[in-house]
Antibody, heavy 120, light 110 residues
Framework: EVQLVESGGGLVQPGESLRLSCSAS????????MHWVRQAPGKGLVWVSS????????SYADSVRGRFTISRDNPKNTVYLQMSSLRAEDTAIYYC?????????????WGQGKLVTVSS | QSALTQPPSASGSPGQSITISCTGT?????????VSWYQQHPGKAPKLIIY???KRPSGVPDRFSGSKSGITASLTVSGLQTDDEADYYC??????????FGGGTKLTVL
């Protein structure tokens, strides 16, 4: 059974940094693209970032490019989202999502999400 | 990276069929057959119900179907059931390893 468990969320002040982690199990982690998608309270889903198996390819939404960095540790079956210079508008539930073997493979399995609140 | 356009709400009675549209551009929906649809119940994570425009993951009822014409994709839910009441989101691959989501449609089963 595919499982994705996010951790590392919480309350931070504007301008601070935070790192989200996503621990994966139930599949061969190194064979899949991984993604982060966020959802502000009461709002819709927004794609944030994606990376391939060895992070030779990483992409970002315009709203986070230059502030967020996606990375992964395949032996630890974990993908990360390092978030810096956080803004109030980054407040959201962040979902870790497993894709497929290709960048265009569907975002198939979702974690339960982790809330990040940016507020003074 | 402009969001895809979905109607904010849709409704139908049990047993009826409804169709939700999702309009993009030639750079996303119109350029690729990689449109997916997700169902999200309140407080829950999204669930994939349609991928690659028309395909259903294992376990998704065939009451859910997808299609695409030009820059518009559609999700049809037939034989509406009360449990279908949820938010529905479309997404499309947009090239260069990017993805774009629709704003979501709240489906009410009257």
């Amino acid at each position: 059974e595919v499982q994705l468990v996010e951790s590392g969320g919480g309350l931070v002040q504007p301008g601070e940094s935070l790192r989200l982690s996503c621990s994966a199990s139930g599949f061969i982690f190194s064979g899949y693209w991984m993604h982060w998608v966020r959802q502000a309270p009461g709002k819709g889903l927004v794609w944030v970032s994606s990376c391939n198996s060895d992070v030779t390819f990483a992409s970002y939404a315009d709203s986070v490019r230059g502030r967020f960095t996606i990375s992964r540790d395949n032996p630890k079956n974990t993908v990360y989202l390092q978030m810096s210079s956080l803004r109030a508008e980054d407040t959201a539930i962040y979902y870790c999502v497993r894709g497929g073997p290709y960048s265009w493979s569907s975002l198939e399995y979702w974690g339960q999400g982790k809330l990040v609140t940016v507020s003074s | 990276q402009s969001a895809l356009t979905q109607p904010p709400s849709a409704s139908g009675s049990p047993g009826q069929s409804i169709t939700i549209s999702c309009t993009g551009t030639s750079s996303d929906i119109g350029g690729y057959n990689y449109v997916s649809w997700y169902q999200q119940h309140p407080g829950k994570a999204p669930k994939l119900i349609i991928y690659e425009v028309t395909k259903r993951p294992s376990g998704v009822p065939d009451r859910f179907s997808g299609s695409k014409s030009g820059i518009t994709a559609s999700l049809t839910v037939s034989g509406l059931q009360t449990d279908d009441e949820a938010d529905y989101y479309c997404t499309s691959y947009a090239g260069s390893d990017d993805w774009v989501f629709g704003g979501g449609t709240k489906l009410t089963v009257l």
